[in-house]
Nanobody, 120 residues
Framework: QVQLEESGGGLVQPGGSLRLSCAAS????????MGWYRRAPAKQRELVAT???????NYADSVKGRFTISRDNAKNTVVLQMNSLKPEDTAVYYC??????????????WGQGTQVTVSS
């Protein structure tokens, strides 16, 4: 059983910052890619940022220069630092991990989501 537990969402004013964290736990053998996606109201889920085990990053154009993704491999944790937040960043943010478990092999897992609201 694998769990991805997110934390750090909330309400922030435009121009502010938030830090999202996601910790993977369970019978994990290895983690390949970790990342964040978001779903805004009435929109489809979209990629925000991903980070491979080798350190390669990929960001949505809309967040480049404002968001930074990082991970702590020893703690199976991925962090999204969000600066200069805009109202259009309002969404539910989901943690994502591609990993291999001891029992089930390789698969993709999702967190429950954390709400980020940017509003004055």
């Amino acid at each position: 059983q694998v769990q991805l537990e997110e934390s750090g969402g909330g309400l922030v004013q435009p121009g502010g910052s938030l830090r999202l964290s996601c910790a993977a736990s369970g019978s994990i053998f290895s983690i390949y890619n970790m990342g964040w996606y978001r779903r805004a109201p009435a929109k489809q889920r979209e990629l925000v940022a991903t980070l491979t085990s080798g350190g390669s990053t990929n960001y949505a154009d809309s967040v480049k220069g404002r968001f930074t993704i990082s991970r702590d491999n020893a703690k199976n944790t991925v962090v999204l630092q969000m600066n200069s937040l805009k109202p259009e960043d309002t969404a539910v943010y989901y943690c994502n991990a591609e990993l291999r478990t001891v029992v089930a092999g390789r698969g993709i897992y999702w967190g429950q989501g954390t709400q980020v609201t940017v509003s004055s």
